[in-house]
């Protein structure tokens, strides 16, 4: 019965919801879009930063660095109706119900001087220049014309705007302060659904090899999923690397790792048996950290 358990737990698929899907396909396909026409500029994904007034760290979608402006890129994948009133940003489903974000602008706005003020602590100084850019992904979103001054856009225009202004590399000092920066671990489950958050503890002997990590990490599993294992075995065939190093394990059982998944007031278990492959930020440097976090 064990085994069986253990066989049935390496078969069981977790589907993904819909609208998560089109929102990561969305910020795959901008991150693509960005990165064909940036020439010597560089962009950052996802980068979480420290925030000291409200504790924790608060993600910005993209960062580009070109020359010595930086745009902090705000992405959102919204159908419907998109208004603006009083900075406010309201958006109309098809249903006809009315959600009001609030100001987006100013928000990505204060994540931006976050970054900045990171910037004047490690450096003396700030960017020379910086803009906030919303970025709307849906093709079948309409949308008002935004008020004067605000750089709200679809994908192409943040493509044409790249294109129409400096493609520079941007200064060492910002390059290295991006870079000192972690994202999103992400789990990915067999069936398609992805979870988004922070790996507190691996088990299997990893913990070690991921403090120690150098740039960002993957780690593939090869399940067993033949009904002869029955009788052969159940186990699965773990490789983590990194930038330098790879390594790999067998185990049998079901083990579990913790995350604090996105979203979820507290972390949970989740079983190995379920995952396929793990895509792993790098560990953050001094500056990128919140302690206690």
Known sequence: MGRLKDLLARKKRFEPEGHR???????VRLGRLVRSVIGDAKAWDGLRIPDPENGGRREIDMVIARGDEVLFVEQKHW?????????????????????????????????????????????????GSSNVVIVFSNHTLEMQTPPEGMWVMNEMGLVELIEKGNRDSP???????????????????????????????FG??????????????????????????????VNSKLVASDDN??????????????????????????????????????????WGTVKND
Do not use: C, Y
């Open 204 to 233: 299997l002997g990893l913990d070690d090899w991921h403090d120690n990590m150098s740039g960002d990490g993957l780690i593939k599993i090869k399940h067993t999923t033949s009904w002869f294992s029955l009788i052969r075995g």
């Open 21 to 27: 899907v089109s929102g990561g396909m969305a910020e």
């Open 79 to 127: 159908s419907g109706h998109l208004s603006f009133e009083d900075g406010r940003f309201l958006q109309t489903r098809r249903s006809g119900e009315v959600l009001d974000h609030g100001n987006i602008l100013e928000w990505t706005a204060r994540k931006g001087r976050l970054l900045e003020e990171l910037m004047k602590k490690e450096n003396g100084h700030g960017f």
């Open 245 to 286: 190093r790879n390594s790999s394990l067998t185990f049998s059982g079901r083990p579990t790792l913790t995350m604090h998944v996105v979203g979820e007031k507290v972390p949970r278990d989740i079983e190995w048996s379920n995952i396929f492959k793990i895509e792993l930020s790098r560990v953050p440097t001094e």
């Open 171 to 201: 200064p060492a000092d910002v390059d290295k302060l991006m870079e000192g920066f972690g994202t999103w671990d992400t789990v990915h489950l067999r069936g398609g659904m992805a979870l988004n958050g922070d790996v507190r503890t």
